[in-house]
């Protein structure tokens, strides 16, 4: 189910923005949010970071919808970060910047709160914005020529504390240190050495069969059971207080009451997988 495509500006049903860089298709139980501006390296522009918000939206409220992947379309890039091209006209002053990282802090905000397991299916360039889309999935999966990095001194602009807070709960604070400051590009081993990738694959067909692969098994276990677990470690990385735990007691609670818990019993039992239906 193709949502949207280029050539496709009206409005999808239940959707808000909408633009032509972004692909958007469900197929599985498995959401995949294609970032489509190959001619600059799928950079982020103005409209696909309007259009964003409302597709995570339809991700997380979506019952059938188990899984997110998040891709670049063409073979270079990932995502190459803000398309700076547009920065003389809509982040040219301290206001307009404002409006602009209100529009960064509304798509991280839904990718961190997102209650469903995300793939980022790396390749080529990933960087800036990119990497930090990459930063928060729970898997990444990296083609061989994967070069991610954080240009941001390189370009005149600060990298901010929220976005630094990103790369220390991944490579811990000395590395993040490294990678900011210095701007530098890192690939092949040391992404799965640095734990910015869990796989490094030959090529991007081979990532790809990668992430189709986990996408299923994520997709076949219990929605419920898997929200649970992602509240848990939203919850374990809380920066602004303790661990809500009358949250995550809601969401296990929901797991022993479900229908999906007697289905594990039952398949366990016997002896064939299990069917959940997230109820």
Known sequence: MRLLGRGNRGPARGEGAVTSFIHFDVSGGVARLTLDNPRRLNAMNAEMWQAMPGLLRRVAEDPAIRVL???????????????????????????????????????????????????????????????????????????????????????????????????????????????????????????????????????????????????????????????????????LARREGPPDRARTDVAEDACYASADYAEGRRAKAEKRPPVFTGA
């Open 69 to 235: 992947v998040l891709a670049g379309a063409g073979e270079r890039a990932f995502c190459t970060g803000n398309d700076i091209s547009e920065f003389d006209t809509i982040r040219n002053n301290p206001e307009a910047a404002a409006r602009y990282n209100g529009w960064q802090r509304e798509v991280a905000h839904g990718l961190q709160r997102m209650e469903k397991p995300i793939i980022a299916a790396m390749h080529g360039y990933c960087l800036g914005a990119g990497f930090e889309f990459a930063l928060m999935a729970d898997f990444r999966h990296a083609a061989a020529d994967t070069r991610v990095g954080i240009p941001a001194v390189r370009l005149g602009l600060p990298y901010r504390l929220e976005d630094i807070e990103k790369v220390a709960d991944v490579v811990g604070l000395g590395r993040a240190r490294e990678m900011v400051l210095l701007g530098r590009q890192y690939g092949g081993e040391e992404l799965r050495e640095l734990g910015l990738a869990q796989q490094v694959l030959p090529d991007i067909a081979a990532m790809e069969a990668s992430v189709a692969e986990l996408a299923r098994e994520l997709a076949a276990n219990a929605p419920l059971s898997l929200r649970a677990a992602k509240i848990a470690f939203q919850e």
